[in-house]
């Protein structure tokens, strides 16, 4: 038996590139070979522990080799592949690894406490730590041991389940979508043609990869490519500068924040940035000012949008068109389709706000558990519906207006968000926005800009209405301008809304 699934990359890559750099952490490089047998080792521990096809295995970590150890080993045998996200409490964690039933977590030490308060009677029958771990408690590396393990053979496919990827739960308790080898296969070649990766590229990974974005863009093309990736604990602007410039770095993945606090930094100015070529940014639109500070060091962003349903990546714009499509996130990925669907589940002209849909090999089967959920996300022709609002313009690059829950109706007017927020953002010193509609007893809903500032910039309801005057109409003007410390936002930094009309939601307008 063949496996087809991304089990069996990186064997391929042992067989094709053995002795190139994979992965490069702190001072330790690890080739394709080393990677593949690490893999090979993490997969037969597993075995042993009882893991087969169908059988799912969690992780909870910061970015490390371990991470895709795991991830390779565990697909290898057909089970099920869950990214935990690190910045969830002790109850989040539980119901995770309750609701996908995990045999095993693999966990970092440091996060233990947490682990211990999640884990119940009813928890995953083997937890594991990374690393050694120690005699009476040994770590993956100490089990794995120093010799490659015969693969085990299993019939994968590419319908099979190879992750689970939980929602951010911005609304509810998070839902576990199911991505099948077909999905991360289809997402890694929708990449490699959209944002053309090549085997010579150094990719630096700032971004978690617990969020699908991280994994199904950023690694997973890497890897199937054959170039190599810069794994980094976490985001620190002047770490992230240094290391561009000591390891050439080609590509670069973030939010608007990652590239804003890089321009603000000390060494932004000092630091050799010509060998990066390819810049993309999720999360929300570009602000101009950021546009303007990477232009100037002769850099240009590809722009995209999708979401963990789509594995995740749905629409890219290319950098050549920032400018041109300004706002836009871009056209259908190479193996996606997007279209435009009107209230009455009809596809809508060019020009008019509806229902983003999407259809694609990338586009997964459903969530964990969860028919009806399931069911009421598709289409009866099997597009999925996002949830998000936008429009296509006559060329067919796709405008996001907002989330369809986020959609303020004040005075029977509908008012997008994202229209607002992108002018908005072109104001000097705002380093951050979100609008939201807050109750109304006259409109019934009324807009609200929630900014952050950057120190000693001077705004104000006055001066956003000013900057917007002209440009919207008048009912769309912010009735209230609130300045935050910080906006609350998921790991994958956006704006959790939710968390702004709660707090904001119950004080008169």
């Given at each position: 038996?063949?496996?087809?699934?991304?089990?069996?990359?990186?064997?391929?890559?042992?067989?094709?590139?053995?002795?190139?750099?994979?992965?490069?952490?702190?001072?330790?490089?690890?080739?394709?070979?080393?990677?593949?047998?690490g893999a090979d080792r993490v997969s037969a521990l597993l075995h042993?522990?009882?893991?087969?096809?169908?059988?799912?295995?969690?992780?909870?970590?910061?970015?490390?080799?371990?991470?895709?150890?795991?991830?390779?080993?565990?697909?290898?045998?057909?089970a099920v592949f869950v990214p935990v996200n690190t910045r969830l409490?002790?109850?989040?964690?539980?119901?995770?690894?309750?609701?996908?039933?995990?045999?095993?977590?693999?966990?970092?030490?440091?996060?233990?406490?947490?682990?211990?308060?999640?884990?119940?009677?009813?928890?995953?029958?083997?937890?594991?730590?990374?690393?050694?771990?120690?005699?009476?408690?040994?770590?993956?590396?100490?089990?794995?041991?120093?010799?490659?393990?015969?693969?085990?053979?299993?019939?994968?496919?590419?319908?099979?389940?190879?992750?689970?990827?939980?929602?951010?739960?911005?609304?509810?308790?998070?839902?576990?979508?199911?991505?099948?080898?077909?999905?991360?296969?289809?997402?890694?070649?929708?990449?490699?043609?959209?944002?053309?990766?090549?085997?010579?590229?150094?990719?630096?990974?700032?971004?978690?990869?617990?969020?699908?974005?991280?994994?199904?863009?950023?690694?997973?093309?890497?890897?199937?490519?054959?170039?190599?990736?810069?794994?980094?604990?976490?985001?620190?602007?002047?770490?992230?500068?240094?290391?561009?410039?000591?390891?050439?770095?080609?590509?670069?993945?973030?939010?608007?924040?990652?590239?804003?606090?890089?321009?603000?930094?000390?060494?932004?100015?000092?630091?050799?940035?010509?060998?990066?070529?390819?810049?993309?940014?999720?999360?929300?639109?570009?602000?101009?000012?950021?546009?303007?500070?990477?232009?100037?060091?002769?850099?240009?962003?590809?722009?995209?949008?999708?979401?963990?349903?789509?594995?995740?990546?749905?629409?890219?714009?290319?950098?050549?068109?920032?400018?041109?499509?300004?706002?836009?996130?871009?056209?259908?990925?190479?193996?996606?389709?997007?279209?435009?669907?009107?209230?009455?589940?009809?596809?809508?002209?060019?020009?008019?706000?509806?229902?983003?849909?999407?259809?694609?090999?990338?586009?997964?089967?459903?969530?964990?558990?969860?028919?009806?959920?399931?069911?009421?996300?598709?289409?009866?022709?099997?597009?999925?519906?996002?949830?998000?609002?936008?429009?296509?313009?006559?060329?067919?690059?796709?405008?996001?207006?907002?989330?369809?829950?986020?959609?303020?109706?004040?005075?029977?007017?509908?008012?997008?968000?994202?229209?607002?927020?992108?002018?908005?953002?072109?104001?000097?010193?705002?380093?951050?926005?979100?609008?939201?509609?807050?109750?109304?007893?006259?409109?019934?809903?009324?807009?609200?800009?929630?900014?952050?500032?950057?120190?000693?910039?001077?705004?104000?309801?006055?001066?956003?209405?000013?900057?917007?005057?002209?440009?919207?109409?008048?009912?769309?003007?912010?009735?209230?301008?609130?300045?935050?410390?910080?906006?609350?936002?998921?790991?994958?930094?956006?704006?959790?809304?939710?968390?702004?009309?709660?707090?904001?939601?119950?004080?008169?307008?």
């Amino acid at each position: 038996m063949h496996p087809h699934g991304i089990g069996a990359w990186l064997a391929k890559r042992r067989l094709k590139s053995p002795a190139k750099a994979a992965l490069v952490q702190g001072e330790v490089t690890i080739t394709y070979a080393q990677l593949a047998d690490g893999a090979d080792r993490v997969s037969a521990l597993l075995h042993e522990r009882g893991v087969g096809k169908g059988d799912t295995v969690a992780y909870l970590g910061e970015n490390s080799p371990e991470f895709l150890l795991v991830m390779f080993g565990a697909a290898r045998l057909g089970a099920v592949f869950v990214p935990v996200n690190t910045r969830l409490a002790p109850p989040e964690i539980a119901h995770v690894l309750t609701d996908c039933a995990a045999r095993v977590l693999v966990h970092d030490p440091e996060f233990t406490d947490r682990v211990a308060a999640a884990v119940g009677t009813a928890g995953p029958a083997y937890v594991l730590t990374t690393g050694d771990g120690t005699p009476e408690r040994p770590g993956l590396a100490r089990l794995c041991g120093p010799a490659p393990a015969a693969p085990v053979d299993v019939e994968i496919t590419l319908d099979d389940p190879a992750a689970i990827i939980y929602t951010s739960g911005t609304t509810g308790k998070a839902k576990g979508a199911v991505l099948t080898h077909g999905n991360l296969t289809w997402v890694a070649l929708n990449c490699i043609v959209d944002y053309d990766v090549v085997s010579t590229d150094v990719a630096l990974m700032i971004s978690p990869l617990f969020h699908v974005a991280s994994l199904g863009m950023g690694a997973l093309p890497v890897i199937l490519k054959g170039a190599t990736m810069v794994l980094e604990k976490g985001f620190e602007p002047g770490r992230a500068l240094a290391q561009i410039e000591r390891h050439g770095v080609t590509m670069l993945s973030g939010v608007p924040t990652t590239y804003q606090l890089m321009a603000e930094h000390p060494n932004w100015a000092g630091t050799d940035l010509s060998t990066l070529a390819k810049l993309t940014c999720g999360g929300s639109a570009v602000p101009v000012p950021v546009l303007n500070a990477y232009e100037e060091r002769g850099l240009s962003f590809s722009q995209g949008y999708g979401m963990t349903e789509t594995a995740p990546g749905a629409t890219a714009l290319p950098a050549a068109m920032t400018r041109r499509k300004q706002g836009s996130v871009g056209l259908p990925h190479f193996f996606t389709d997007v279209r435009i669907a009107g209230s009455d589940g009809t596809t809508v002209p060019a020009g008019t706000v509806g229902e983003i849909e999407i259809c694609g090999p990338n586009v997964f089967p459903g969530y964990h558990g969860l028919p009806a959920e399931t069911a009421s996300a598709f289409t009866t022709d099997g597009w999925f519906r996002s949830g998000d609002l936008g429009h296509l313009d006559d060329e067919g690059y796709l405008y996001i207006s907002g989330r369809l829950k986020d959609m303020i109706i004040s005075g029977g007017e509908n008012i997008y968000p994202a229209e607002l927020e992108r002018l908005l953002g072109e104001i000097d010193g705002v380093t951050g926005v979100a609008v939201i509609g807050v109750p109304d007893a006259r409109w019934g809903e009324v807009p609200w800009a929630v900014l952050t500032v950057r120190a000693g910039a001077a705004v104000d309801t006055d001066t956003v209405r000013r900057h917007l005057d002209g440009k919207v109409a008048r009912y769309k003007l912010p009735k209230n301008v609130v300045i935050v410390d910080e906006l609350p936002r998921t790991a994958s930094g956006k704006v959790r809304k939710g968390d702004l009309r709660t707090r904001f939601g119950a004080e008169p307008a």
